[in-house]
């Protein structure tokens, strides 16, 4: 079957570490993103890249980084410059303007 | 004024009403347009495409406005387990340029 995979799904940072989420997809899909959304809050945008070996600055891209080495996979780096980084992290991919965005089920990121 | 704008809710109507929600955009040039859901600590998604000429899948219709910049969706005899969060999505056609709405809370009571 197609799809996203997120993981872990649950993960623990403690102060001052740097945190890897890996997201997978194996939908043929050029183009990957990774959102944040807080709790009751709407989904705000890190990165995004749209072919391998780029990517851009999101909205809110300070203290993250991502790289994009192959098409199918767009890990996030959550450094220890980002003060504030409990959340649920949301990757998505899609093939190109105008298609929906596939999400992978996330992973929920907590401080130790 | 936000690129997409949805009323955040919550919409709280009893099982089997008709519900509506818009959502508005900023951005005439925008191209496609889509409704996703997302439950409680859980992914978004897709529910729907939002077509030009409108589009119906079940219970669910959307509705494209363009003179007037919004999207709507309306929910007939709706179900308990259609509570969730009603996100709205408008692409300006490049994939860079997805956004999102804050979405809309609905429940649906007994």
């Known amino acids: 079957d197609g799809g996203i995979t997120q993981s872990p799904k649950y993960l623990f940072r403690k102060e001052g570490q740097n945190v890897t989420l890996s997201c997978e997809q194996n939908l043929n899909h050029d183009a990957m993103y990774w959102y944040r959304q807080d709790p009751g809050q709407g989904l705000r945008l890190i990165y995004y890249s749209q072919i391998v070996n780029d990517f851009q600055k999101g909205d809110i891209a300070e203290g993250y980084s991502v790289s994009r080495e192959k098409k199918e996979s767009f890990p996030l780096t959550v450094t220890s410059a980002q003060k504030n980084p409990t959340a649920f992290y949301l990757c998505?991919?899609?093939?190109?303007?105008?298609?929906?965005?596939?999400f992978g089920d996330g992973t929920r990121l907590s401080i130790l | 004024r936000k690129e997409v704008e949805q009323d955040p809710g919550p919409f709280n109507v009893p099982e089997g009403a008709t519900v509506a929600f818009n959502c508005t955009y900023s951005?005439?040039?925008?191209?496609?347009f889509f409704w996703y859901r997302q439950d409680c600590r859980k992914e978004p998604k897709l529910l729907m495409s939002v077509y030009s000429s409108g589009n119906e899948d079940g219970r669910f219709t959307a509705q494209l406005n363009r003179a007037s910049q919004y999207i709507s969706l309306l929910i007939r005899d709706s179900k308990l387990s259609d509570s969730a969060t009603y996100l709205c999505v408008v692409n300006d056609g490049s994939a860079s340029k997805i956004i999102f709405g804050s979405g809309t809370r609905l429940s649906i009571r007994p």
């Open positions: 998505a991919s899609c093939n190109g303007g105008n298609q929906p965005q596939h």
């Open positions: 951005n005439s040039a925008s191209q496609s």
